[in-house]
């Protein structure tokens, strides 16, 4: 007759080496999703941005990259769509700010727009929770390339988009969200 120890550490050694077994469908399942939605944007979302690009005016190419590049959020999630709307606002004011102010307030200023990109960075990746890995995905990179937008102002390497709609695209471009994270 086995003690209830004995019970204990044998089933905990089956239940680990069949871990493998209960995970490794859902892992397969969400690397085939992934596989899926690249092939999707490749074959069917790159060609029509890509035409559409050549065939509009040279006027209005940038406002129709932006459109895209919100689409290509909408697809992520409307969170991802609210997050990167609400950082472009506060990130082209921040980056004037930085641009136009002294020395002290542009560190500031400075010191702010990274806190209130962390503080978005946090509300975006844990308000969903952990099941939603586009949204964390999607808004870590731009958030963090509001960052480094922000930085380079400060440190003089980059010119001010006083322009919402040039700030926009800089930010919210969908290549670079297609890149990855880090």
């Known amino acids: 007759k086995k003690s209830f120890k004995e019970a204990c550490k044998e089933t905990f050694k089956v239940t680990i080496a069949n871990v493998h077994l209960l995970f490794?469908?859902?892992?397969?399942?969400?690397?085939?999703?992934?596989?899926?939605l690249y092939v999707l944007q490749l074959f069917l979302f790159l060609p029509i941005v890509v035409s559409g690009h050549a065939i509009s005016p040279y006027k209005w190419r940038n406002i129709f990259l932006l459109?895209?590049?919100?689409?290509?959020?909408?697809?992520s999630g409307w969170t991802v769509l609210l997050l990167l709307i609400v950082s472009i606002l506060t990130n082209t004011l921040i980056g004037i700010w930085i641009e136009r102010g002294q020395k002290r307030k542009r560190i500031a200023v400075l010191?702010?727009?990274?806190?209130?990109?962390?503080?978005c960075?946090?509300?975006g990746r844990y308000s969903a929770g952990s099941s939603d890995i586009m949204l964390s995905l999607g808004v870590s990179f731009y958030t963090l390339h509001a960052i480094?937008?922000?930085?380079?102002?400060?440190r003089g390497r980059l010119r001010g988009q006083h322009s919402f709609f040039s700030c926009a695209l800089y930010l919210a471009f969908f290549p670079h969200l297609l890149a990855g994270p880090l």
């Open 24 to 36: 490794f469908p859902y892992l397969l399942m969400v690397i085939l999703f992934f596989i899926w």
């Open 67 to 75: 459109m895209v590049s919100v689409l290509f959020a909408v697809f």
């Open 111 to 119: 010191c702010m727009g990274i806190l209130w990109n962390l503080l």
């Open 121 to 123: 960075l946090l509300f």
């Open 148 to 154: 480094s937008y922000l930085v380079e102002l400060f």
